[in-house]
């Protein structure tokens, strides 16, 4: 492993807890599963960005990398530890 795709692994296991900021405890689980899906996505492009990655066919697996690792350490460690939940309910601006 690269440390560039290294990088991406990091990137995608903070996405998360950057998502709960944005997500709302008011609103339903099918939405605030896109709006995770699309911060993901956004992160996921940024990164590729700033790596130089982001080219047709290959920007394709960094960002598919960044929203891998962030669904799977959500559910692996965020969502267990009870973090996730919290940050969103504290955070919500619609309850």
């Known amino acids: 492993m690269t440390e560039v795709e290294a990088l991406h692994v990091v990137v995608g296991f903070l996405v998360p807890p950057l998502a709960a900021l944005v997500k709302q405890s008011g609103w339903s689980k099918t939405a605030n599963s896109v709006i995770a899906l699309g911060v993901s996505l956004v992160v996921g492009l940024?990164?590729?960005?700033?790596?130089?990655?982001?080219?047709?066919?290959?920007?394709?697996?960094?960002?598919?990398?960044?929203?891998?690792?962030?669904?799977?350490?959500?559910?692996?460690?965020?969502?267990?530890?009870?973090?996730?939940?919290?940050?969103?309910?504290?955070?919500?601006?619609?309850?």
């Open 46 to 95: 940024a990164t590729a960005y700033y790596t130089g990655e982001l080219q047709w066919p290959f920007g394709v697996v960094p960002v598919a990398t960044v929203i891998t690792v962030a669904f799977t350490s959500y559910k692996m460690f965020w969502q267990t530890i009870g973090f996730d939940e919290w940050l969103t309910s504290n955070t919500s601006i619609v309850k």
